[in-house]
């Protein structure tokens, strides 16, 4: 498209983002005129996609890092004649598919954005999978803020993109100087951006963001450059093409004062239709099983650590599934992913320890097709649980792993246990959360795991644990097993993982003083097995909860939920770690906490006495 028309095609952008935020009375117009031209040009003349198809194999890949630019985003889709006028104008509007940031409910978002610092992240996963998984010469756009390069997320994403050599990644950074609350951190100095990409090794161009044969320029260099990924770094000016707003403070997220003027200042509504270049014809074979899935088998009574169970099913899924990649952050011979890393290399990823930039490249590669798992300790999900959140808001498919969980891990200390995790990961929307006590229940849900939807989680145990089921065992994700049940039950101990363990041994030592406890496993935390949960309450009358994790959110708290909406509700002791541990063996750590089989034992007794 010639310059004059390309300068159109801005200023129709623009237009349509101050129009659709008028109609919703909110939004953020200023933010999309700064980069109308930077995506006008990128529409007409560098997009490679087909509107009708966006699943095509062959297709580009655009992301909004900055997702409250939403309304340019839209604009952009009416110009390729994705969406029409009508529907742009229901921005923000209850049931209408153009929220106020973008999500998936678009066939043409990958992805949900909005939480600065991520976009750039997850571009590198679909880069990834691009030129590693797909093998298919397309590229990945992402448009940033500058605001957002405050993120260390950002920079986690810059520094795996370069040693990555991800040549088909372009950030697009839009230098408009001025954030939500004021000046950004480095305004318009483009070249302090530049210094820092640079010193990661990225190919950079610095660009008036508002000359179109300057971004018509930048973008080829960018197509052609080899080896490394490149960043754009344009000055632009917040609210460009409206006076009343022009670089003015104070105006972020708001509609514009005086719309209709400012649709005549700009030259009042446009109707350019864009034809958008197509992909390139692309033949990648869609991720396949490939056989029988074999998985590993223990024989009851082994002591085997159920990160191990993890590692041998997790390669065995490899061998069976052509669609399982895997991630780990630098700790794979612990998390035993580096199991499948030895017999499948080239679906394995090493993410080093960048927390943010695992999920974040997990959430990439599932937007490609790929089944991913994602590994590393459970207490360092914690530092990427935002991208989790928003991966539930990408309708995202995930496999997420952690590892060393709990004050059963030891002599390491507080700072390596993760007794949040559960919490977190039910927290989370239509997450399931899994934690095995056996290796045959490992190699079932990890295999498991795969055939769900949405964020899955699973918590697996450092040091060895006896194997109780046998291979044959079936554990389907929602259930529970009876580990200990007689008719004649006086409590019931509900437990999972370690402390499962702990609660069979409990039971055996209460057997001898004549008090029978039934035993549950509820492998599935989230979601619990309420009818297993309320038909033992009924016959026992007392319940035990048992958990090595905080009582906050827990396996514990899993438990009560099953007796919402009126069912009646039986004492209830709740055992958890409820001080802060220290060093010491898993044993002493167990007993120290008041989770072990003594604590167990106790609690029932308690509560047996108390119904007598």
């Given at each position: 498209?010639?310059?004059?028309?390309?300068?159109?095609?801005?200023?129709?952008?623009?237009?349509?983002?101050?129009?659709?935020?008028?109609?919703?009375?909110?939004?953020?117009?200023?933010?999309?005129?700064?980069?109308?031209?930077?995506?006008?040009?990128?529409?007409?003349?560098?997009?490679?996609?087909?509107?009708?198809?966006?699943?095509?194999?062959?297709?580009?890949?655009?992301?909004?890092?900055?997702?409250?630019?939403?309304?340019?985003?839209?604009?952009?889709?009416?110009?390729?004649?994705?969406?029409?006028?009508?529907?742009?104008?229901?921005?923000?509007?209850?049931?209408?598919?153009?929220?106020?940031?973008?999500?998936?409910?678009?066939?043409?978002?990958?992805?949900?954005?909005?939480?600065?610092?991520?976009?750039?992240?997850?571009?590198?996963?679909?880069?990834?999978?691009?030129?590693?998984?797909?093998?298919?010469?397309?590229?990945?756009?992402?448009?940033?803020?500058?605001?957002?390069?405050?993120?260390?997320?950002?920079?986690?994403?810059?520094?795996?993109?370069?040693?990555?050599?991800?040549?088909?990644?372009?950030?697009?950074?839009?230098?408009?100087?001025?954030?939500?609350?004021?000046?950004?951190?480095?305004?318009?100095?483009?070249?302090?951006?530049?210094?820092?990409?640079?010193?990661?090794?990225?190919?950079?161009?610095?660009?008036?963001?508002?000359?179109?044969?300057?971004?018509?320029?930048?973008?080829?260099?960018?197509?052609?450059?080899?080896?490394?990924?490149?960043?754009?770094?344009?000055?632009?000016?917040?609210?460009?093409?409206?006076?009343?707003?022009?670089?003015?403070?104070?105006?972020?997220?708001?509609?514009?004062?005086?719309?209709?003027?400012?649709?005549?200042?700009?030259?009042?509504?446009?109707?350019?239709?864009?034809?958008?270049?197509?992909?390139?014809?692309?033949?990648?074979?869609?991720?396949?099983?490939?056989?029988?899935?074999?998985?590993?088998?223990?024989?009851?009574?082994?002591?085997?650590?159920?990160?191990?169970?993890?590692?041998?099913?997790?390669?065995?899924?490899?061998?069976?599934?052509?669609?399982?990649?895997?991630?780990?952050?630098?700790?794979?011979?612990?998390?035993?992913?580096?199991?499948?890393?030895?017999?499948?290399?080239?679906?394995?990823?090493?993410?080093?320890?960048?927390?943010?930039?695992?999920?974040?490249?997990?959430?990439?590669?599932?937007?490609?097709?790929?089944?991913?798992?994602?590994?590393?300790?459970?207490?360092?999900?914690?530092?990427?649980?935002?991208?989790?959140?928003?991966?539930?808001?990408?309708?995202?498919?995930?496999?997420?792993?952690?590892?060393?969980?709990?004050?059963?891990?030891?002599?390491?200390?507080?700072?390596?246990?993760?007794?949040?995790?559960?919490?977190?990961?039910?927290?989370?929307?239509?997450?399931?959360?899994?934690?095995?006590?056996?290796?045959?229940?490992?190699?079932?849900?990890?295999?498991?795991?795969?055939?769900?939807?949405?964020?899955?989680?699973?918590?697996?145990?450092?040091?060895?644990?006896?194997?109780?089921?046998?291979?044959?065992?079936?554990?389907?994700?929602?259930?529970?097993?009876?580990?200990?049940?007689?008719?004649?039950?006086?409590?019931?101990?509900v437990a999972a993982g370690v402390t499962l363990h702990e609660a069979i041994a409990a039971a055996?030592?209460?057997?001898?003083?004549?008090?029978?406890?039934?035993?549950?496993?509820?492998?599935?935390?989230?979601?619990?097995?309420?009818?297993?949960?309320?038909?033992?309450?009924?016959?026992?009358?007392?319940?035990?909860?048992?958990?090595?994790?905080?009582?906050?959110?827990?396996?514990?708290?899993?438990?009560?939920?099953?007796?919402?909406?009126?069912?009646?509700?039986?004492?209830?002791?709740?055992?958890?770690?409820?001080?802060?541990?220290?060093?010491?063996?898993?044993?002493?750590?167990?007993?120290?906490?008041?989770?072990?089989?003594?604590?167990?034992?106790?609690?029932?007794?308690?509560?047996?006495?108390?119904?007598?």
């Open positions: 498209m010639q310059d004059h028309l390309l300068s159109e095609l801005g200023q129709q952008l623009r237009v349509d983002s101050v129009r659709a935020a008028a109609a919703a009375g909110s939004g953020h117009p200023t933010s999309s005129m700064s980069a109308a031209d930077l995506m006008a040009v990128l529409l007409a003349n560098h997009l490679h996609y087909d509107f009708e198809q966006p699943r095509h194999p062959g297709n580009d890949h655009l992301v909004f890092s900055k997702g409250h630019a939403s309304p340019l985003l839209y604009s952009l889709f009416k110009a390729a004649g994705a969406i029409s006028d009508e529907e742009l104008l229901t921005f923000r509007k209850l049931g209408s598919r153009v929220e106020g940031h973008p999500t998936p409910r678009l066939p043409w978002v990958d992805v949900a954005t909005g939480s600065l610092g991520q976009g750039l992240p997850i571009g590198v996963g679909l880069a990834l999978a691009r030129k590693r998984l797909d093998k298919v010469d397309s590229r990945v756009w992402v448009l940033c803020g500058d605001s957002e390069l405050a993120e260390g997320s950002v920079w986690e994403a810059v520094e795996h993109g370069s040693y990555e050599h991800l040549d088909n990644l372009t950030a697009i950074i839009d230098v408009n100087r001025l954030g939500q609350r004021g000046p950004t951190r480095h305004a318009w100095d483009l070249g302090a951006y530049a210094r820092r990409l640079h010193a990661f090794g990225w190919h950079t161009i610095e660009i008036d963001g508002h000359d179109v044969t300057a971004i018509d320029r930048a973008y080829g260099d960018a197509a052609s450059t080899v080896g490394r990924p490149t960043a754009i770094i344009a000055r632009t000016v917040k609210g460009r093409g409206v006076a009343a707003v022009e670089n003015r403070e104070g105006l972020h997220g708001k509609p514009l004062p005086d719309p209709e003027e400012a649709v005549a200042e700009l030259g009042g509504v446009r109707e350019m239709a864009v034809p958008v270049l197509g992909p390139a014809a692309a033949g990648i074979a869609q991720p396949s099983h490939e056989g029988p899935l074999t998985l590993p088998r223990f024989d009851p009574g082994e002591e085997v650590a159920t990160r191990d169970a993890f590692g041998q099913a997790l390669a065995a899924l490899g061998t069976a599934r052509g669609d399982v990649v895997v991630l780990d952050g630098e700790v794979g011979d612990s998390t035993r992913t580096e199991l499948f890393a030895k017999e499948h290399p080239e679906r394995f990823f090493e993410c080093f320890i960048a927390e943010q930039q695992l999920v974040a490249a997990a959430i990439g590669i599932q937007a490609r097709g790929w089944t991913p798992y994602a590994s590393t300790f459970a207490a360092f999900f914690t530092r990427a649980y935002d991208f989790v959140r928003m991966a539930s808001i990408s309708r995202a498919d995930l496999n997420l792993v952690g590892s060393h969980a709990g004050v059963a891990i030891g002599e390491d200390g507080p700072s390596q246990m993760g007794l949040e995790d559960l919490a977190a990961f039910r927290a989370v929307h239509g997450s399931t959360v899994l934690y095995p006590c056996d290796a045959n229940q490992t190699a079932r849900l990890t295999a498991e795991m795969a055939e769900e939807s949405g964020i899955r989680y699973l918590r697996t145990t450092r040091g060895k644990t006896p194997v109780i089921y046998p291979p044959s065992e079936s554990f389907p994700i929602g259930g529970s097993k009876l580990v200990r049940a007689t008719d004649d039950d006086h409590v019931t101990i055996d030592r209460l057997a001898q003083e004549g008090i029978h406890a039934r035993v549950i496993d509820l492998y599935t935390v989230k979601p619990a097995d309420a009818q297993t949960l309320r038909a033992a309450a009924d016959l026992t009358g007392a319940l035990v909860t048992v958990e090595d994790h905080h009582p906050e959110g827990g396996l514990g708290d899993a438990v009560l939920e099953a007796f919402c909406d009126g069912y009646p509700m039986p004492p209830t002791a709740r055992l958890a770690v409820r001080d802060m541990p220290t060093s010491a063996t898993p044993a002493q750590q167990l007993a120290a906490a008041g989770i072990d089989a003594e604590a167990i034992a106790a609690a029932a007794r308690q509560l047996v006495g108390a119904a007598n």
